[in-house]
């Protein structure tokens, strides 16, 4: 089975060294990136063959689709585009990563190098739980959530929808975090944080809009 990765930055380079260690070397990977230009890849890991819109060109039936982009609202204009493909996303764990009993990734899934992801966990459709990330027990992951690296989610913690919490983002036993909330790096949530709202600091707060305070005085 090819592998059509889709982007081909960093992020997208990791995603297909997890793939290729978790294929044990037999994955066949091609990239298609709209912002870097055709031809191989410094990490020797394939070749960009072109933009997204070429992807149809090249794709055949036994062909899968693998979401190399970490930020959640991108993530999701991709998925909607290349929905017409018609073609199964791939589901990508390092092979160092350890999974718990119980625990489930959804399709287009990414679990990288040393995340835990302990028992009981839900990790929705095309989530990204990034480098040595911690996922406790009965934490649940709605779709196209993306934890950066070393972000801690405690048990019974639930992230809704495009959420994305940044490096080492901590959520405490719990707490609900709404649907694409961003949590800035190093932020800790201590209680539950509305959705479509970005958060800082230890423990977090809403980060105002300019002009906000002004208006309210």
């Known amino acids: 089975m090819r592998h059509l990765v889709i982007g081909a930055a960093g992020h997208a380079q990791e995603v297909a060294w997890s793939l290729a260690l978790q294929s044990g070397g037999r994955a066949e990977m091609l990239f298609f990136d ?30 899968c689709l693998v979401l190399g982009v970490g930020l959640p609202r991108v993530k999701a204009a991709l ?13 990508v764990v390092h092979p160092t990563a350890l999974i718990g009993p119980n625990s489930e990734i959804g399709p287009g899934g990414y ?20 480098m ?17 690296p070393d972000a801690h989610l405690a048990g019974r913690v639930s992230i809704g929808e495009g959420a994305e919490l940044g490096t ?17 790096a190093g932020c800790v949530a201590v209680q539950a944080l509305a959705g479509g709202a970005t958060y800082v600091g230890v423990p977090a707060r809403m980060l105002e809009r300019r002009g906000e305070r002004r208006a309210a005085g």
């Open 111 to 130: 679990v990288a190098a040393g995340a835990i992801v302990t028992v009981n966990a839900r990790i929705g459709r095309f989530a990204t739980v990034n």
């Open 79 to 91: 998925v909607a585009r290349l929905a017409p493909l018609g073609l199964p996303w791939a589901t």
């Open 34 to 63: 709209d912002a870097v230009p055709p031809g191989p890849l410094p990490s020797g890991l394939g070749t960009v063959v072109g933009p997204l819109d070429a992807i149809a060109a090249h794709a055949v039936v036994n062909d």
């Open 132 to 148: 040595h990330c911690q996922v406790a027990h009965d934490a649940a992951l709605a779709d196209f959530v993306t934890l950066h």
């Open 168 to 184: 080492g983002a901590i959520v405490l036993p719990g707490v609900a975090i709404g649907p694409w909330a961003i949590l800035g």
